[in-house]
């Protein structure tokens, strides 16, 4: 069964340090990978989704960078982060278009 | 774009059925219908798919009228559990691999 793990769960930052936050994907292969960020109390926002190895799309222009350096790992990364980058990140796999996608557990950062 | 239409909130008591509808005037030939749950602090949570008029499964109901421009999610019997976010997502935008999701409707189940 395909599985996707997403860590940590929780992480407090303080302004202008660098941000690393991984997924892996278990039991699958190909498959198209997100980031999402929900702020408190509000919708989730998607970030940068990949349908591959190295491509990335990004969604909003922020200091915020994806990577993609292997089948089933999407990395989520900044060089300096900023109070405006708290909130709780999700990372999610589909196979493409009109199927269910999975979500991990989240990661809930707060940049103090 | 296939632009969803949700309420933002939505009250009701346990063991009542909840019909939440979602707006779709432009949904594509394409797209699918797909609605999930969340729960706070967690990843959102597959209910139910559909294309064209009902689907049913273990957990809810979809009815999707032959102009496909709504769709209607049906909960049976709600408990204080069912107490979520639910979000309409329509077919897949732009080239077919993003994903988008609305604000969705924040249910609350009364005991």
């Known amino acids: 069964s395909q599985t996707i793990h997403q860590w940590p769960a929780t992480l407090v930052q303080p302004v202008g340090s660098p941000l690393s936050l991984e997924c892996t994907v278990e039991g699958t292969s190909n498959p198209n990978l997100y980031w999402y960020r929900q702020a408190a109390g509000r919708g989730l926002q998607l970030l940068f989704y990949?349908?591959?190895?190295?491509?990335i799309s990004s969604e909003v222009p922020q200091n915020l960078s994806a990577s993609r350096p292997q089948d089933r790992q999407f990395i989520l990364s900044s060089k300096k982060l900023l109070l405006s980058d708290s909130g709780f990140y999700l990372c999610?796999?589909?196979?493409?278009?009109?199927?269910?996608?999975?979500f991990g557990q989240g990661t809930r950062l707060t940049v103090v | 774009l296939a632009k969803t239409t949700q309420p933002i909130s939505m009250d009701s008591y346990e063991g009542q059925e909840v019909n939440i509808t979602c707006s779709h005037n432009n949904i594509a030939t394409n797209d699918y219908i797909t609605w999930y749950q969340q729960f706070p602090s967690q990843g959102p949570r597959f209910i139910i798919q559909g294309y064209k008029t009902k689907v049913t499964n273990e957990v809810a109901s979809l009815f999707i009228p032959a102009d496909r421009k709504s769709s209607t999610l049906s909960l049976p019997r709600v408990s204080l559990s069912d107490t979520a976010v639910y979000y309409c997502l329509v077919g897949f935008f732009v080239n077919n691999n993003d994903m988008r999701f609305g604000a969705g409707t924040r249910l609350t189940v009364k005991p």
């Open positions: 999610a796999w589909s196979h493409g278009s009109n199927t269910e996608a999975f």
């Open positions: 990949s349908v591959g190895i190295g491509q």
